[in-house]
C-alpha cells in the first residue's frame, strides 16, 4: 500500500466534523450515530475508531481496543486532508486512549472540541477505571470547547450527587472549578414525569434552561447524538449555546420518531427524519 500523499491539492469546499469514539455494531450510537448526525446536518463526517464493540439492541458482547499508534494514524489522516471545524469525543476506553487523543488534539488544535465523557452505561456500570477518569478530568476536560455529561458522569467527575435542579446548577460550578470552559449538563435522569431540562452556561454565565417534554421511552444514542449534533451545528457557524440548543432539539425530534430495528426494547433515534431544515 502506497503511502498517504501529505500535498495539498485543492481548496476546502465543505466543513467536515471529525468523530473520535466506538463503534457500534449494531448502528444505533456511537461512531454510526454520529456519522448519520452529520449527514443529517449535512455536514461532512470523519471518523476516527478508538474502540470496537459488538453489540445491538439487547446488550454489548466484546469490545476491542485497536492501538494507539493506528488511533494517532487516523486522527492525522483527517487533519492532514480536511477542513475539520468541530471534533465530537465520545468513548475512549483508557487512560492510554485519552492520552494519545489529547496529544493529537494539542498538535492539530481544532477550533471546536465538543467532550461527550462516556464513563456510566445506561445499566449504571461505571465503564472508566480511576486511571482513565484522572486522565479525562485533566487532560480533555479543560481543553473541550464544552463538555456534555449526563448525571451520573457529572457526578463522578465532581465527586459529588446531583440530586435536584439546585444540585445541577451546583455542579455547573462544579465543572468550571475543573476547568470546563462550558458545559451543557443533561437532566433526564433526575427522577418524575416533568419536563426534561438541560442547563447550559459558560464561567460567569447565568445557566441556559433547555426544555423539552419528557418522553417515556428506552432509548439508544441520545448521548452520542446530543454531543455530535452540537459539534455539526458549530461546523454551520452558530455560536456555542445556539447550538446546543439547537442539538437538543434535533435529538427531542429524532427521539420522539424513534424505532425499534431489533429483538430488544430499546430505539434508535430517527436522524434524518429528524434533520434540520432551510
Known amino acids: 500500500m502506497s503511502a498517504i500523499s501529505t500535498a495539498s491539492t485543492a481548496p476546502f469546499s465543505v466543513a467536515s466534523a471529525l468523530t473520535i469514539a466506538g463503534s457500534d455494531s449494531g448502528g444505533g450510537a456511537g461512531i454510526q450515530a454520529d456519522l448519520k448526525t452529520f449527514a443529517a446536518h449535512r455536514v461532512h463526517g470523519l471518523s476516527a475508531l478508538a474502540a470496537l464493540t459488538a453489540q445491538h439492541t439487547r446488550g454489548v458482547s466484546a469490545v476491542h481496543v485497536p492501538d494507539t499508534g493506528f488511533l494517532r494514524a487516523q486522527i492525522d489522516a483527517c487533519f492532514d486532508d480536511f477542513d475539520v471545524r468541530a471534533v465530537k469525543l465520545g468513548m475512549l ?44 478530568r485533566t487532560r480533555l476536560l479543560p481543553m473541550a470547547s464544552v463538555v456534555t ?76 447524538t446530543l454531543a455530535s449534533a452540537v459539534a455539526a451545528n458549530l461546523c454551520l457557524g452558530r455560536s456555542l449555546d445556539d447550538a446546543c440548543v439547537a442539538a437538543a432539539d434535533y435529538v427531542h425530534r429524532a427521539l420522539r420518531q424513534g424505532y425499534k430495528p431489533g429483538r430488544g426494547e430499546v430505539l434508535v433515534l430517527d436522524h434524518f427524519g429528524a434533520a434540520p431544515h432551510g
Do not use: Y
Open 93 to 136: 476506553a483508557t487512560a492510554e486512549v485519552i492520552h494519545a487523543v489529547a496529544d493529537a488534539l494539542e498538535r492539530h488544535r481544532p477550533r471546536w472540541l465538543v467532550l461527550d465523557p462516556v464513563m456510566v452505561a445506561t445499566s449504571g456500570a461505571r465503564l472508566l477505571e480511576p486511571s482513565a477518569l484522572d486522565a479525562l
Open 149 to 224: 455529561p449526563n448525571l451520573p458522569e457529572a457526578e463522578l467527575l465532581i465527586g459529588a450527587p446531583i440530586a435536584d435542579r439546585d444540585a445541577m446548577r451546583a455542579a455547573l460550578d462544579g465543572l468550571f472549578a475543573l476547568g470546563a470552559r462550558a458545559a451543557l449538563l443533561k437532566g433526564g435522569h433526575l427522577p418524575g414525569d416533568g419536563d426534561v431540562v438541560d442547563l447550559f452556561a459558560a464561567p460567569g454565565q447565568a445557566p441556559r434552561e433547555i426544555v423539552h417534554p419528557r418522553l417515556q421511552v428506552d432509548a439508544h444514542g441520545t448521548g452520542c
